[in-house]
């Protein structure tokens, strides 16, 4: 089969990887339909991150079920499925507990290398959930998105504690700061602040439901968000970047007994241990355990009731990879869609 | 009148002081049964922070209205009072959100020098709380605790979640920690396991209602925790020591998803973004809104069924302060209380 590898930064090829095959009696292989670039796959290919060898790309997926495991007992063979970005079991304490993402038998999907044609799913139970029918075309972007930028964004709000009548401001108008100001929406916040400086991304996060745009950021944007809420601070901060100055713009923008929810893979991120006591701010994030959330979010998706497939404003072949990361690392694009 | 003053690392004195006045007409004057060391009182003492010239300390307080500005109604002369360390108005909308210690117009108790026969406390209204009467002598030590320790130490339970079903650890057996323990099993907590390698400390955690003693700090403390969770961190850790040890201590004993709430000052502490990010853990402190808790903890000590007092192992008149400075600091002493 065909599959994005990393050879070095920058250098990201389609070539021919072997073709996976269930190892594990819990193993499902999908064929994908699609699949795409993410921001965290930015880190590696910018040199940020270091790459040991060349390294299959890709951690978001969606397609039809081509071979399950004598052990696997909820999808079968023909099903579109979606799963996470780590393989969970759903079963132990800490999945139970909703933190799939940290199961104690997980696995990384980002080492599959999901940028390919084919992908091996261990613990195919606990982590692929199948959609009620086949989907349109139309909507397998979105399906595609609730793989790991919308279930990331949702996690965003909810650890912020968005909901009725709090004010939620989101750093971030990345793919996945764009999907948490649509989860805001949907968990029913009162009043929404994206933080952009890009007309386009402006424009879509007003369709998903922002209510005001901050193009100030560090101190400035801090200073307008108190401005806005009437020199307290939002109820609710979504950080969606993972820089220093995102994560400090998301702190100081939260009031006293407010929450932080931060879903930006922290690069270089250090807390000064009093001045986060002095904050008062809960602070909570992680990777998001998207498992959790999948079947609302395919209810809501096959419903039509949200449509968070327009983050993708490139749509690419697999065999196109290099562009779509070229288009991503330029912000050209908000995210690369690749089918397949 | 005669108050504590720091005048330089080590160097406390009794002398005289002003008698504090009515300035504002939502002040009131309080003379005072008891007051107290705090262990935050000893980082200017060890001279970790700096003190600028002579400094009136303390900032725990019970006693007798002496005093009311013309605006203040809900305290009169001659009522027994408690209050924290921060005055607070209790009708902003972060007091009304519970947080009475980032409130608005919040003023720190501590500028004014607690440790005295008479103090000034502004916004009365909102800072006091009345006993229902008179107490007896021997609950006087109880109420003083709840000025501060036992408020912070329920602060870190609440921000800990501990609760029913809970397995909570508890780091830190100073007073502040002790009182976690207290908090914990009041809130209902199923196990409480207290990190202490002191025998009379010990021996009051078992009494607060602590289950499992931890003898081990550091990874080898953090081994334990696990060891006695199967593996996976307790679901709650009070934090009440304030240093980078014990705050990676208290990060690490937590499993994914769980809630560490810290009450330790930080002093030099700083935490790594991405080791924060997947350790997934709930992170919430800050200076405890004591204020918000006092009507709860007023009723359980003055219908005994908290014994909170026993924290002091100490009790020396006003005028030996430096004494009771000299104990705290050479850990002779869990907490020494002042009688004024």
């Known amino acids: 089969m065909r599959g994005a590898v990393l050879h070095a930064p920058g250098d990201v090829r389609v070539e021919e990887r072997e073709d996976p095959k269930i190892v594990a009696p819990t193993d499902a292989v999908i064929r994908l339909s699609a699949t795409c670039v993410c921001g965290s796959d930015l880190w590696p290919y910018r040199g940020i991150e270091a790459v040991d060898g060349p390294s299959p790309m890709g951690h978001e997926y969606v397609g039809v079920v081509e071979a399950v495991g004598g052990e696997v007992t909820s999808v079968k063979p023909g099903q579109f499925v979606i799963g996470s970005f780590f393989a969970s079991d759903n079963t132990?304490?800490?999945?139970?507990?909703?933190?799939?993402?940290?199961?104690?038998?997980?696995?990384?999907?980002?080492?599959?290398?999901?940028?390919?044609?084919?992908?091996?799913?261990?613990?195919?139970?606990?982590t692929l959930v199948a959609t009620p029918d086949m989907p349109s075309a139309d909507l397998i972007p979105s399906f595609l998105a609730a793989s790991d930028v919308l279930g990331t964004g949702w996690f965003g709000a909810v650890a912020a504690q968005a909901?009725?009548?709090?004010?939620?401001?989101?750093?971030?108008?990345?793919?996945?700061?764009?999907?948490?100001?649509?989860?805001?929406?949907?968990?029913?916040?009162?009043?929404?602040?994206?933080?952009?400086?890009?007309?386009?991304?402006?424009?879509?996060?007003?369709?998903?439901g922002a209510t005001d745009i901050v193009t100030e950021r560090g101190d400035e944007g801090v200073a307008?968000?108190?401005?806005?809420?009437?020199?307290?601070?939002?109820?609710?901060?979504?950080?969606?970047?993972?820089?220093?100055?995102?994560?400090?713009?998301?702190?100081?923008?939260?009031?006293?007994?407010?929450?932080?929810?931060?879903?930006?893979?922290?690069?270089?991120?250090?807390?000064?241990?009093?001045?986060?006591?002095?904050?008062?701010?809960?602070?909570?994030?992680?990777?998001?355990?998207?498992?959790?959330?999948?079947?609302?979010?395919?209810?809501?998706?096959?419903?039509?009731?949200?449509?968070?497939?327009?983050?993708?404003?490139?749509?690419?072949?697999?065999?196109?990879?290099a562009e779509a990361y070229r288009a991503m690392d330029e912000r050209r694009a908000i995210k690369a869609l690749l089918t397949v």
């Open 92 to 126: 132990c304490e800490i999945c139970q507990a909703g933190y799939q993402s940290s199961c104690v038998r997980r696995e990384p999907m980002g080492a599959l290398g999901a940028q390919a044609e084919l992908l091996r799913v261990p613990l195919a139970d606990g």
């Open 163 to 208: 909901g009725p009548g709090k004010t939620v401001a989101v750093v971030g108008d990345g793919a996945v700061g764009l999907l948490g100001v649509l989860a805001a929406k949907q968990l029913g916040a009162e009043r929404i602040i994206a933080m952009s400086r890009h007309a386009s991304r402006q424009k879509l996060a007003l369709e998903y």
């Open 224 to 321: 307008k968000i108190k401005e806005l809420t009437g020199g307290l601070g939002a109820h609710s901060v979504i950080e969606a970047v993972g820089t220093q100055e995102s994560m400090l713009q998301a702190i100081h923008s939260t009031r006293p007994g407010g929450h932080v929810g931060y879903v930006g893979v922290g690069h270089d991120v250090t807390l000064d241990g009093l001045e986060l006591f002095f904050s008062h701010v809960h602070l909570h994030g992680g990777p998001a355990p998207v498992r959790q959330y999948l079947p609302r979010l395919i209810d809501l998706i096959f419903n039509q009731e949200i449509d968070p497939g327009k983050v993708f404003d490139l749509e690419l072949p697999l065999s196109q990879a």
